[in-house]
């Protein structure tokens, strides 16, 4: 196969692309349930020489049945395209997802992107996958079209992890809820979180910390608090110390802001990307400034201390490049 490939749509699929090994699924996230899934296609592909590739849909189906978009998402196409990559796929396809496609018949969807644009060979899903009009389109669906159209269907089990099912939505209520641990175990790798450096308030600067600025989606509820981090820029990675919320200023919607150690250069514009590696502690109100810089240089001792004994959650985290080890 040639390098990685992206493809928007199944409009043109490349011919090195088709007579395929297909893991279909939302997969936010990418986490070890999801990893499940792709590493049986992987199999597959690999053992039959032929294209493997992720079949996912954006954006997320619950926030096009929504007023407003709503959900935490864990990662977005750009990110899911990335890990994608790195767990060694051919191809990553972004389906986009809107009402007429929920609409849309499941043998219609078999029809003209399985069969029709991807010459699909096989196909592995997860035992909890739906798809199509009223959410017709099984496993059990996909195994009977399959039999007809000439293609394999496996349907992987659901992943238990310490005592629950992996989900996507287990994951976001644990940084929801400050267990960055737990959560970073169930992705398989660290989280990130990435954006272009804004200018901020310069508070940091002041107070001895400069910080590099980026929002966040409004629909992340990521836990608020200190966070030791590992930055990449560009082709460099750095460590440094995070915080989302500023209790203390009355700021209703803070970016996040990172205090990447030992530098000192103007990035305004720039992207970011940030890997969450302990959460160190909640956000707190001081009574005066001079307080606050002391719990500073106690947070950036702590995150040194945890960027010190950092160690990858898998070879995944440290394919996608913020996580090396030795």
Do not use: W
Request: net charge negative.
């Amino acid at each position: 196969m040639s390098d990685f490939q992206l493809l928007q749509g199944l409009a043109n699929v490349p011919a090195d692309l088709k007579n395929c090994v297909v893991a279909i699924g939302n997969f936010d996230g990418m986490h070890l349930g999801h990893q499940i899934i792709i590493e049986k296609m992987l199999q597959i592909a690999r053992t039959k020489n032929q294209p493997a590739i992720v079949l996912t849909f954006e954006p997320h189906p619950r926030d096009v049945f929504a007023p407003d978009p709503f959900m935490f998402r864990l990662t977005d196409g750009v990110s899911k395209a990335k890990l994608a990559e790195a767990m060694g796929a051919d191809a990553i396809a972004i389906l986009p997802f809107n009402k007429q496609l929920a609409s849309r018949q499941p043998e219609d969807f078999v029809a003209e992107f399985l069969v029709g644009a991807l010459g699909v060979k096989t196909v592995v899903v997860g035992e909890d996958f739906h798809f199509g009009k009223e959410r017709r389109g099984t496993p059990q669906f996909l195994k009977h079209a399959g039999r007809e159209a000439g293609f394999e269907v496996l349907q992987m089990p659901l992943l238990q992890a310490e005592n629950d099912p992996v989900s996507s939505s287990r994951i976001r209520a644990s940084l929801n809820t400050s267990e960055l641990d737990l959560a970073n175990r169930l992705l398989g790798y660290h989280f990130m979180i990435s954006g272009e450096v804004i200018m901020g308030d310069q508070r940091g600067r002041e107070l001895g910390y400069p910080t590099a600025n980026f929002e966040l989606p409004s629909t992340c509820l990521l836990a608020q608090g200190v966070y030791a981090v590992r930055v990449r820029l560009g082709d460099r990675l750095f460590d440094g110390v995070a915080s989302l919320g500023k209790p203390m200023f009355d700021i209703h919607k803070s970016p996040f802001e990172v205090h990447i150690f030992d530098f000192d250069e103007d990035i305004y514009g720039q992207q970011i990307e940030v890997a969450l590696i302990k959460h160190i502690r909640g956000q707190m109100t001081f009574e005066g400034l001079k307080e606050l810089i002391v719990q500073m240089d106690n947070d950036s001792k702590r995150s040194k201390l945890a960027l010190a004994a950092l160690v990858p959650i898998s070879p995944l985290d440290e394919k996608l490049g913020l996580i090396i080890s030795g």
